[in-house]
Nanobody, 115 residues
Framework: QVQLVESGGGLAQAGGSLRLSCAAS????????MGWYRQAPGKQRELVAG???????NYADSVKGRFTISRDNAKNTVFLQMDSLKSEDTAVYYC?????????WGQGTQVTVSS
């Protein structure tokens, strides 16, 4: 069984910052990719930032220059530093991890940005 535990969500003011963390544990194999999706009310889940084991990183256009993804591979942990937050960043953020057997998801953490 694989578990992804997220932390760091909450309430921030527009222009502020939050840092999300997600740690994978359990019977997970060699992780190929980790990252973050988000889902706002009434909208589809969208990729925010992803990181591959080969060093590839990609961001949604809406967060480029404001969000930074990083990983601690030794601890199977992924981080999302969110700066210059906007009200439109309000959503539930889900981390994911992928190994050779499949994809795994965290339970989601709420991020609310007040304007």
């Amino acid at each position: 069984q694989v578990q992804l535990v997220e932390s760091g969500g909450g309430l921030a003011q527009a222009g502020g910052s939050l840092r999300l963390s997600c740690a994978a544990s359990g019977s997970i194999g060699s992780i190929n990719a980790m990252g973050w999706y988000r889902q706002a009310p009434g909208k589809q889940r969208e990729l925010v930032a992803g990181s591959t084991s080969g060093g590839g990183i990609n961001y949604a256009d809406s967060v480029k220059g404001r969000f930074t993804i990083s990983r601690d591979n030794a601890k199977n942990t992924v981080f999302l530093q969110m700066d210059s937050l906007k009200s439109e960043d309000t959503a539930v953020y889900y981390c994911y991890a992928a190994d050779g057997r499949g994809w795994y998801w965290g339970q989601g953490t709420q991020v609310t940005v007040s304007s």
